[in-house]
């Protein structure tokens, strides 16, 4: 009878072994076999197209803000060097973006009661020019437009930055998904 318990128990001890092998070879083969989806991901042949090449914005609207031009350079520069594997060239790229500002204006809006304007929108316009070297029928040029309210009890030298800030954001977003998104 004593043999018998200590086979069984032998047995046992095995058989959990044996399970939790199973159990971490099929949590090894689940963790290897994962699905991801990258909704910031570019349709982009990397076999083909290896550069971008972003020329500098000019400002040109009549309303001057000084870092407007070099902050919206700069973001859509960091947006496709952080969202695809493209090579960042200043010029002679296999795909290039230029344009300039070309609005940057106050509108007042929502009238009080006491016939002032309660919030003002600024309004910032970009024109774009996209060539795609290696396939010449994705080229386009486009306005796009963004704005933003604030109440008008702030200055404009108050909210100017935060504001901007936003529509250079909702802009560069805009050129990435017309350009190599496509979404």
Do not use: H
């Amino acid at each position: 009878m004593e043999l018998n318990k200590r086979t069984f128990v032998k047995w046992l001890v095995c058989a959990k072994l044996i399970k939790l092998l199973i159990v971490l070879v099929i949590f090894v083969f689940f963790q290897s076999c994962t699905i991801s989806y990258k909704f910031n991901g570019a349709s982009i042949d990397y076999t083909k197209t290896k550069s971008i090449s972003i020329v500098d914005f000019p400002n040109t609207a009549e309303l001057i803000y000084p870092p407007l031009a070099q902050e919206f350079t700069e973001t859509l520069r960091d947006t496709y060097s952080k969202q695809t594997r493209l090579q960042l060239l200043k010029r002679g790229g296999d795909m290039n973006i230029e344009g300039e500002i070309v609005g940057y204006q106050l509108t007042p809006m929502a009238i009080s009661a006491d016939s002032y304007s309660a919030q003002t929108k600024l309004t910032m316009t970009v024109k774009v020019r996209f060539t795609n070297n290696k396939n010449p029928e994705e080229d386009f040029e486009k306005s796009y437009v963004a704005y933003q309210t604030f109440n008008s009890d702030k200055m404009l030298s108050e909210a100017q930055e935060e504001t901007m800030k936003v529509m250079v954001k909702e802009i560069t977003d805009d050129i990435y998904n017309d350009t190599v998104a496509r979404w």
